[in-house]
């Protein structure tokens, strides 16, 4: 087994409290690991102590000389936004290498139309690839991968997964999505309470491993502090009679007893520290056959005349949770934007955004979970906007802040001072507060963590009125969801279950080759370097694919000169052959 880097007591501090300490750990050749963990344990950091970003305050990593590794940015760095997605990936190459960058781009579903694009005007699903062929282009031994998962949709997390599977390298990847976690890692480290926990096992079996080890410690615990307990009444009486008796004997035996009690609390298990709040959703279910009654109408951004798709006909009741789903940009947001503002203006008939292709049910009570978190005004305090939400006397406003996991010291704090995490923990007491008739959902697990998505999922499954959840998390949508609305080619349709969805997408025509099928040669998944006899091959069925694919354009699309170079290129690379 070849070892890639070993680090030994690692402690990174970033201000007086550590974000961990005395890590030890070693990345093998063939480990596919997920590094999961609270929201601010540390797991970004810790990746970018690896690859050199930080210096430890404590420890060292030895990293192997023959292993080249390389790391995966969250976002696109800002001085690439105005360069074409080519020239962003041929700045990490030599000069005269642009073929490798073309291939590269061809590999990972890029067409041909679109290596001149401006990187400023790529999806999240296109920016997430270019990200990765910069990190590849090198064939590096270990990928280190930052949440790469984050805002994408659906196809292009499928996309990841199969790239993923099919890479020969090995990685450390950060991620909150469990279903990508145990699809392709075949270990798991958990970062918590400045330590780390290792499991040779995907991220639920470990999850699971973990909970058991927990009771155990629990157990383990309570066991300890009863003997702790019994040793100190067991002191407290020899020192007693001690003094009662002016007998040494048994005052030498009380200070033997209380240092043998003093070293089973240094040395006792210590258990796990939990979140101080639970993510709870709570709603009154509303007795009728609809809460809201739609008919075919087109779907069009505000202030726009494009149409987006088509809404079909479709009845929302109490018991309902729906989950939209479709590519990023098809339309998802737009609809539940949509809704809502109809909602809102529905009494109001001479209002311009009236739509009256939706009805909704006259006693209907309707909250919103904008992904923006744009409901919360900054400029209020966390009691100021709790209170815009039910009416409530100070002290239930106080409870409930307090139960949500915020120290009564900071209730008067803005909410412009709360990290994403705290916002969203905010407005979802709100919601509960309110108890709607039904909840509209633009991409809740955002702002979660791997335990705040399972609340929210066994939280929605006990709501009792109506969802409509926009989301791309599959446990989410698996777990929690009955209808399933699929936004494919500008048409919403109704499927009874996500796994026809999910063949929906599968069957959708790509680009994406990740098996190397536009090339015959699997190059950028391979950690090992190709000799010059198969990158020129490599380089000629590329030529010979772009040709053609020129050459199959009508007579005014083609371009003429670009086939000449390619023609030359080929009987060059045909003579060397």
């Known amino acids: 087994m070849s070892t890639f880097l070993t680090a030994q007591s690692l402690t990174l501090s970033h201000s007086s409290a550590a974000l961990f300490k005395s890590l030890s750990f070693t990345v093998n050749r063939g ?24 210096e ?5 990593i030895a990293k192997a000389k023959h292993c080249l590794m390389s790391y995966v940015e969250q976002h696109i ?7 074409s997605i080519l020239a962003a990936l041929t700045e990490k190459l030599a000069d005269g290498e642009q073929w490798r960058a073309e291939l590269l781009l061809s590999e990972l579903g890029f067409s041909h139309s679109e290596w001149q694009m ?39 997390l499928i996309w990841l997964e199969q790239f993923l599977l099919q890479w020969k390298g090995s990685f450390i990847l950060v991620s909150h999505d469990q279903a990508l976690l145990d699809a392709v890692t075949n270990t798991t480290w958990v970062l918590r309470n400045q330590s780390l926990n290792h499991f040779a096992l995907p991220c639920s079996s470990a999850r699971a491993a973990l909970k058991e080890k927990d009771e155990q410690d629990r157990v383990r615990h309570f066991s300890e502090q009863k003997e702790i307990d019994r040793l100190e009444k067991s002191a407290k009486r020899m020192a007693e009679w001690g003094k009662v008796y002016d007998n040494d004997s048994l005052a030498r035996k009380a200070k033997t007893i209380f240092a043998r009690k003093e070293r089973l609390e240094d040395e006792q298990t210590e258990l796990s520290r939990l979140s101080p709040w639970q993510l709870k959703l709570k709603g009154d279910a509303l007795p009728a056959n609809r809460l809201v009654e739609v008919i075919p109408f087109a779907v069009k951004p505000p202030r726009s005349s494009t149409t987006l798709f088509t809404m079909a006909e479709v009845r929302i009741k109490s018991g309902d949770r729906v989950a939209v789903l479709g590519s990023n940009g098809c339309g998802k947001s737009t609809l539940l934007n949509l809704l809502y503002r109809a909602f809102l203006n529905r009494e109001d008939s001479t209002t311009a955004n009236s739509q009256d292709e939706i009805t909704f049910h006259q006693r209907c009570r309707l909250g919103y979970y904008d992904q923006s978190l744009n409901q919360l005004s900054d400029s209020d305090t966390l009691a100021q906007a709790l209170s815009k939400f039910a009416a409530m006397n100070d002290e239930t406003c106080k409870r409930s802040l307090i139960s949500a ?21 905010l407005l979802f007491v709100g919601l509960t507060l309110a108890k709607h008739h039904m909840l509209f959902l633009d991409e809740p697990t955002n702002h979660l963590d ?6 929210l999922i066994d939280t929605l499954n006990d709501f009792e009125g109506a969802t409509l959840v926009v989301s791309h ?17 500008g048409v919403l349709t109704e499927y009874l279950s996500v796994e026809e969805v999910y063949d929906k997408i599968n069957e959708q ?38 040709l053609e694919e020129d050459l199959n354009r009508k007579a005014k699309h083609q371009k003429p000169q670009l086939q000449q170079q390619w023609r030359d290129e080929i009987d060059k690379i045909s003579a060397l052959i």
Request: with cysteine.
């Open 77 to 83: 760095p800002q001085q690439l936004q105005s360069l």
């Open 473 to 489: 998390d599959r446990n989410l949508i698996e777990q929690s969801c009955n209808r399933f609305w699929f936004i494919e080619g």
């Open 509 to 546: 025509p790509t680009s994406i080759s990740i098996s190397g099928e536009q090339t015959g040669v699997d190059t950028s998944l391979t950690a090992e370097p190709l000799s010059e006899e198969e990158q020129l091959l490599e380089r000629l069925i590329l030529l010979e694919g772009l």
């Open 56 to 60: 430890p305050n404590e420890g060292t």
């Open 118 to 156: 401006p990187v400023s005007n790529c999806s999240g699903g296109q920016q997430m690839r270019l990200l990765l062929a910069r990190a590849i282009i090198g064939q590096p031994d270990l990928l280190l991968l930052d949440e790469p998962s984050n805002h994408l949709d659906l196809p292009s």
């Open 31 to 54: 480990d596919k690991i997920g590094l999961i963990g609270h929201n601010g344990c540390g797991k970004s950091s810790l990746l970018k102590l690896l690859d050199g970003q930080f």
């Open 405 to 425: 996991g915020f120290e009564y010291s900071i209730h008067d704090q803005k909410v412009e001072t709360l990290s994403g995490g705290e916002r969203a923990r």
């Open 450 to 455: 791997m335990e705040g998505k399972e609340e």
